[in-house]
């Protein structure tokens, strides 16, 4: 069974949701199948094409380099593990006018914990998301920026390995952080999730101090 974070809470974002979880994956089992064939090997590393899109986009490949960072175990109160899995993939989201924004991702998983980075580059403002959020919408502030925390159930993936049929269901509870990318929230948003391996709840403090590490160094934040 692998476990996907999701991003049904967010609108605009069903519509590919299955896209990028098979997307996401095929990334994860293309790692893992790394990580198992060489077990000395050590913290897995992110790609290094370093392709910036044209404009303010951020590229999958530079969240991922900023999230995969060495001190992220120590951060996520692990700090004997280390990165088995870390890879970036891109993706976008359809507006209902039809209008694709850049969506690009990265994820970093350890035996304890998985940590994924989302970009934004649409208008919409933190504080306009935060209704849309659910009940367990927390408004915060994150390095003098709006920020919301909430949280949502990650997906979990089990498959049939005589018929090749894979089924979904409800996984463990993953905590988001939502992030505007200036202090005046002035539309574009970068989002922290968290979410551990064994369902159980995972940190909020250890999200907020991986956020406040991470965030700084992303193409993007003012």
């Known amino acids: 069974m692998v476990d ?32 198992q064939g060489s077990s000395d090997r050590g913290p897995a590393t992110c790609s290094n094409d370093d392709h910036q899109p044209a404009g303010k986009h951020v590229s999958a490949a530079r969240l991922c380099t900023a999230l995969n960072r060495s001190d992220l ?17 891109e993706s976008s989201v359809k507006d209902a006018d039809g209008t694709e924004t ?20 649409d208008e919409l403002r933190v504080a306009e998301m935060s209704g849309l959020l659910g009940r367990s919408a927390e408004p915060r502030t994150v390095l ?33 952080l939502l992030v505007a990318r200036d202090a005046k929230d002035g539309g574009g948003s970068f989002e922290v999730a968290l979410w ?27």
């Open 102 to 121: 850049p969506s690009p991702q990265a994820e970093v998983s350890m035996k304890t914990y998985s940590v994924k980075l989302w970009a934004s580059d």
């Open 144 to 176: 003098g920026h709006p920020a919301v925390l909430y949280s949502d159930h990650t997906i979990a993936l089990k498959f049939s390995l005589g018929g090749g049929k894979v089924d979904t269901g409800t996984g463990g509870i993953a905590r988001h």
């Open 196 to 222: 551990r391996q064994d369902d159980v709840p995972p940190d909020d403090t250890a999200l907020l101090r991986v956020a406040e590490r991470v965030l700084p160094t992303v193409p993007g934040w003012a």
């Open 73 to 89: 175990p120590a951060l996520l109160g692990t700090p004997r593990e280390q990165a088995e899995t870390a890879y970036g993939s």
């Open 4 to 35: 996907a974070a999701s991003k049904e809470g967010r609108p605009g974002v069903q519509a590919v949701a299955a896209v990028v979880a098979f997307a996401g994956l095929l990334g994860v089992l293309w790692a893992q199948e790394q990580w």
